[in-house]
């Protein structure tokens, strides 16, 4: 990394992520911690706490807010004002500090790797080492398909997506652009739908529907989404959904869903636009949750919930009630104690009756 502060200014003023150069030019090589700054570097100041550190230890740029900007007086510095001083490291990270998946470390088409004659591979992708893409498989431009990855029969992968290593991405699901699905997660595996006899022994329902994902969703290392029984499965844009999390057959979540690890949602269950799954959210099958809930503490959804809001524990409160029933079952022992007494009392006075 060798560019000038003014150059990362005019390269995020158009997209609104910067909005204001003060200071001195300067030349950046790296975009490090706060706490490592030095001469060169570029920092993220978003608390006036760090400002401090920063100007100690001759941090070269420094992305803040206005706020923070105004009080910064030094004259052998860069600062870039910043709306939102994350969404700014966001972004300016990605140009500059990212991985790079285009400088492989092999060729860009790994002699290893096993692709069906129909497949058209576009110019500009990247195939690792032992990958296997079958029949019809359509490659978006820049998709990144890495070491051990499978790609089924008649699958769609979007421009710029990256499948990292010894992912499954099954017949005809569909992924569109801007994805990354992240270490052995595996898309489109056949759901748990079976039927049972008289003898309780179990026999497989066929699942032949297809899982969707839209544009810029992040899918976390060792997660499964199943295929629908009969139509889709789908993931709408902008979702994030961390690492050992499970969606099953027929499910939706809307746009700009957050799920977070081990989080579970049985068969044809549907989440709503923005709604956040805390750890270890359990959900079960045909339930409905409205969009903006924020589900926490292990929250386990049995029925739909029909209000949007906070919710917690199983089944779901509204967070300021359990939080009210956290702080009396705390004293439950004591509670409990002083009930005893005042029954023993009770009993002694109807005994002198």
């Known amino acids: 990394m060798d560019i000038l502060s003014s150059e990362i200014f005019q390269q995020f003023k158009e997209k609104g992520f910067l909005v204001e150069q003060l200071g001195t030019e300067q030349r950046v090589t790296n975009i490090v911690p706060v706490e490592d700054c030095a001469i060169g570097d570029l920092v993220f100041v978003e608390k006036i706490s760090y400002l401090e550190t920063a100007l100690q230890r001759q941090a070269s740029v420094i ?29 300016i990270r990605q140009a500059y500090k990212d ?7 092999w060729e860009k088409i790994h002699p290893s790797a096993i692709i069906h004659e129909s497949v058209k591979i576009p110019d500009d992708a990247v195939i690792g080492p032992n990958a296997v893409i079958g029949r019809q498989v359509k490659l978006g431009s820049k998709t990144v ?15 710029r997506t990256i499948v990292n290593p010894n992912c499954v991405v099954g017949y005809r699901c569909q992924i569109a652009n801007d994805v990354i699905l992240k270490s052995g997660c595996i898309i489109g595996s056949e759901g748990q739908g079976f039927a049972q006899d008289e003898q309780r022994k179990h026999h497989r329902i066929p699942h032949t529907g297809i899982v969707v994902i839209e544009e810029r969703v992040v899918i976390g290392a060792n997660t499964t989404i199943d295929r629908a029984t009969y139509h889709e499965t789908r993931v709408h844009s902008g979702c994030i959904i961390d690492a050992l999390c499970h969606l099953a057959h027929n499910v939706v979540l809307e746009e700009d869903c957050i799920l977070v690890a081990q989080t579970g949602i049985a068969g044809s269950s549907r989440f709503g636009k923005r709604v956040i799954a805390s750890g270890q959210t359990g959900v079960l099958d045909h339930v409905t949750v409205p969009d903006d809930t924020v589900l926490l503490h292990r929250a386990g959804v049995i029925n739909s919930i029909k209000k949007s809001g906070v919710y917690a524990t199983t089944p779901p409160q509204p967070f300021d009630k359990y939080i009210k029933n956290m702080a009396v079952f705390k004293r439950l022992d004591d509670v409990w104690k002083r009930l005893k007494a005042v029954e023993r009392q009770v009993k002694l006075l109807s005994e002198k009756d």
Do not use: C, F, H, K
Request: hydrophobic share 50%; aromatic share 8%; glycine share 6%.
């Open 99 to 105: 991985r790079d998946y285009y400088q492989n470390e």
């Open 145 to 159: 398909i890495m070491a051990g990855a499978v790609i089924e029969y008649e699958a769609n992968i979007g421009d």
């Open 63 to 91: 992305v803040t807010t206005a706020e923070i900007a105004a009080g910064i007086s030094a004259d052998n510095v860069a600062v870039l004002v910043a709306p939102n001083v994350r969404m700014a490291m966001a972004y």
